[in-house]
């Protein structure tokens, strides 16, 4: 298969990772235990789940766009 058909290149693929796995923490940060009816965790307002994680994750959706937007260089010069 000739690779001047394939739409992305190797870097579009590396890239689309590490902004999958940025996004991931993201995800990651915002998690942890929740209030119950009967026991409030003031924790779930705290600035990491609040401010932090989500700027984390917009950074890595941006990041993906970036990386679907990137042209791939061509590796043969004639």
Same mark, same amino acid.
């Given at each position: 298969?000739?690779?001047k %058909?394939?739409a992305?290149g190797k870097m579009?693929?590396?890239?689309?990772?590490?902004?999958? !796995?940025?996004?991931?923490? =993201? /995800? &990651?940060?915002m998690?942890?235990?929740?209030s119950?009816?009967? %026991?409030?965790?003031?924790?779930?307002f705290?600035p990491?789940?609040i401010?932090v994680?989500? !700027?984390i994750?917009?950074? =890595? /959706? &941006?990041s993906?766009?970036?990386?679907?937007?990137?042209?791939?260089?061509?590796s043969d010069?004639?």
């Amino acid at each position: 298969m000739d690779k001047k %058909n394939l739409a992305f290149g190797k870097m579009n693929f590396i890239l689309l990772a590490i902004s999958m !796995a940025i996004v991931i923490l =993201g /995800f &990651v940060l915002m998690s942890g235990a929740g209030s119950t009816d009967t %026991n409030y965790n003031p924790d779930i307002f705290s600035p990491m789940r609040i401010k932090v994680a989500p !700027a984390i994750c917009f950074v =890595g /959706f &941006v990041s993906m766009i970036y990386a679907i937007i990137h042209k791939p260089k061509d590796s043969d010069k004639q």
